[in-house]
Structure formats: C-alpha cells, structure tokens
C-alpha cells in the first residue's frame, strides 16, 4: 500500500481558502486517492476522491498532478465548522483484502 | 437510506471481562471494517469483512475477533479486556471491497475499560 505523507495540522482564517498537500510517493497504478474528514467523537466522513487532474464536488476540489506522487485538497472559503482532521488515503481498486490505512491526518484550525 | 448504526453506544467494563460491539451495515453494503481509534495511536484497522469472509486483519492480538452474518450486520468481540483497550471503536461499511469503494462511517462504541 502507498505510504501517504501529510502536514500534522495547520491554521486558517475565516473565509480563507485552505490547500492540504498529501504525498503518496510509491503510488500504484491502480490506486485511487481519496480524503476523509473526521470531527471529534465522530466516525470520518468522505469528501472526494480522485484517481489524477481535477475532481470538484459542492464541498472541496481535490487536484492530482500527472505523475499522481501528491494530491492537493482544496477547501474554498472555510469557516469554523471546518475545524477537523483531514486524512488522506491511498488504496487499491478493486482488490480484496486490501486494508485502507489512515495515517496520522492533518488536524486544521479555523478562527474567527 | 438509514446510515451505518452501531450498539451500544458507550461502555463500561472492568478489566478481564469480555464484550460485543454490534454494527448494522447500510442496506445493500456487503463490506463492513473495523477501526479502533486512541488519541495515541489514531485510527487503527482492525479487519474487513466482505460476504461473511474476513478479508483482511490488522496487526492487533487475537483477543479481538470479528465476524458478519448474511445479511451483512457485523459484530466484533474483544476478550480479557485490558486498560489499553479503552477506546472508540468505529465501523464503517461500503459496497465492496478496494480502494474505489467510499467508506460509510458509523457513530462508533465508546467502550471504558476499568
């Protein structure tokens, strides 16, 4: 499985848009990138996933670079309800048995 | 669509006991994974179900067990409990297995071991 590489927090303002970086190095050809977001004592909960360039939802972009050794998710405008852990995973299409593993994350701070 | 629901929802145990977490899949979801989850450790897999089959186990003592029935509800057992085991234990369910596939997270068992 790709090793995944992520800042261990970060801190924005208000409005401001927040760009996280995950490195995935040793990604393999059939592994899809995919970012969850976890608010305390709660179970994570997806927001986009990728395989490479640009995907957009109502929530995030997620921008993959042509040799998909890094993705970027993007949060446009964030406010104070974005506080959270932000953790990227790498895993495997279609292959059983394949654990999908989550690292550390990165936990972003949001202030008025 | 009912989400993932697990049972109970918080837990007291005293050391050396043993306990059963249950985990309700969303409905047509044939996957369901376990994570226990520490302030120390962060999220840890613990196994994968899929079709009543374990696929795949995480790196933890074989205390911790699991199983799924046919219609896909889950239930993981923890023996000897130890203090360590205190933790929040989340399942989460998809419609298959792979990395393609979105994982539905549950509210999670906050179990306390005393």
């Known amino acids: 499985l790709a090793k995944t590489t992520q800042p261990i927090s970060m801190d924005s303002y208000e409005g401001q848009e927040v760009n996280i970086t995950c490195s995935h190095n040793n990604i393999a050809t059939n592994d899809y990138i995919t970012w969850y977001q976890q608010f305390p004592s709660q179970g994570p909960r997806f927001i986009i996933q990728g395989y490479k360039t640009k995907v957009t939802n109502e929530v995030a972009s997620l921008f993959i670079p042509a040799d998909r050794k890094s993705s970027t998710l993007s949060l446009p405008r964030v406010s104070l309800s974005d506080t959270a852990v932000y953790y990227c995973?790498?895993?495997?299409?279609?292959?059983?048995?394949?654990?999908?593993?989550f690292g550390k994350g990165t936990t972003l701070s949001v202030s008025s | 669509k009912a989400g993932v629901t697990q049972t109970p929802r918080y837990l007291i145990k005293t050391r050396g006991q043993q306990v059963t977490l249950s985990c309700s899949p969303i409905s047509g979801h044939r996957s369901v994974s376990w994570y226990q989850q520490t302030p120390g450790q962060g999220l840890q897999f613990l196994f994968e179900?899929?079709?009543?089959?374990?696929?795949n186990k995480g790196n933890f003592p074989g205390r911790f067990s699991g199983r799924q029935f046919s219609n896909s509800r889950s239930e993981m057992n923890v023996s000897t409990l130890e203090l360590g085991d205190s933790a929040l234990y989340l399942c989460?369910?998809?419609?298959?297995?792979?990395?393609?596939?979105?994982?539905?997270f549950g509210p999670g068992t906050r179990l306390t071991v005393l």
């Open positions: 995973l790498v895993g495997p299409a279609n292959q059983a048995g394949t654990a999908l593993i």
């Open positions: 179900y899929f079709s009543e089959t374990q696929r």
């Open positions: 989460a369910s998809s419609l298959g297995t792979g990395g393609q596939f979105e994982q539905f």
